[in-house]
């Protein structure tokens, strides 16, 4: 019986994908995504948007669902990955959608990165995650990462393991949203990601402390559609 199962779990995953059925991944990522490439890391917080449809509706969490944070970092801000599962609530209502296969990659152009592929569950995603830094390098999704299905009617794009800006069709997206909490607390978690405690005499007072460049911040926050929070600016550039 234990057997089996192995073999089932291991079924799951279908590691690197090549031939007609990477390029079937690939012309669903093109169609969600616009091109980013790892090695433009320096740049990547100035790339906004993330997605290719201007009528999607996209959040921002402050979380590392693919667990590559270093454990050694402690319980900081940098294990955050092992605060809450985002993820499955998504994974779940994508399933009751059609989703059938996952695709992982760290670009979005194939001649820059592998694709690998597995069932939409996060045991299945965390298997796929772990043999893919075995065969393309430890730093694998490390840096810049990207999730979708075979829907394509979402996707995940992650800066430099720090944020997971979620993007989706509307209905998709309300329902998913709710499920992890509602947009406001979302809202107050990369507020606080951006912020230290209420400063001045003001009630809601924030100081601006990130080491991140003002603007990419700023552009975040109009590209979500969010309000901006904090007691200077905004000046959009």
């Known amino acids: 019986m234990e057997e089996r199962d192995r073999r089932q779990k291991r079924a799951s995953v ?25 090695a433009e890391r320096e740049f990547i917080e100035l790339e906004i948007p993330f997605f290719r449809s201007p009528e999607w509706t996209v959040v921002a969490l402050v979380n590392d ?3 590559l944070a270093d454990p050694a970092d402690g319980p900081g801000p940098e294990a955050r990955c092992y605060e809450r599962d985002e993820l499955s609530p998504l994974l779940d209502l994508a399933r009751q959608q059609g989703s059938e296969r996952l695709y ?6 194939p001649e820059a990165s592998p694709l690998f592929s597995c069932e939409p569950t996060l045991e299945a995603l965390s298997q796929t995650i772990k043999l893919a830094q075995k065969s393309a390098g430890h730093t694998f999704g490390y840096l810049t990462a ?6 394509g009617q979402w996707g995940i794009y992650v800066q430099e393991g720090e944020i997971t800006f979620v993007g989706g069709e509307a209905e998709l997206m309300r329902r998913y949203v709710a499920r992890i909490g509602g947009v406001e607390l979302l809202q107050g978690r990369l507020e606080s ?4 405690t209420p400063i001045g005499a003001g009630k809601g007072q ?3 402390t990130s080491s991140k460049n003002a603007v990419p911040v700023m552009r975040e926050y109009a590209y979500l ?4 929070p904090f007691d200077w600016g905004p000046l959009w550039p």
């Open 14 to 38: 279908r590691f690197e994908l090549a031939g007609a059925e990477a390029e079937e991944g690939w012309r669903i990522a093109a169609q969600i995504f616009l091109e980013r490439h790892p």
């Open 65 to 67: 669902h693919w667990g």
């Open 104 to 109: 992982f990659c760290d670009s979005t152009l």
């Open 146 to 151: 990207f999730l979708f299905d075979n829907t």
């Open 193 to 196: 990601f951006y912020s230290e």
């Open 206 to 208: 924030r100081s601006f």
């Open 225 to 228: 559609r969010w309000p901006w």
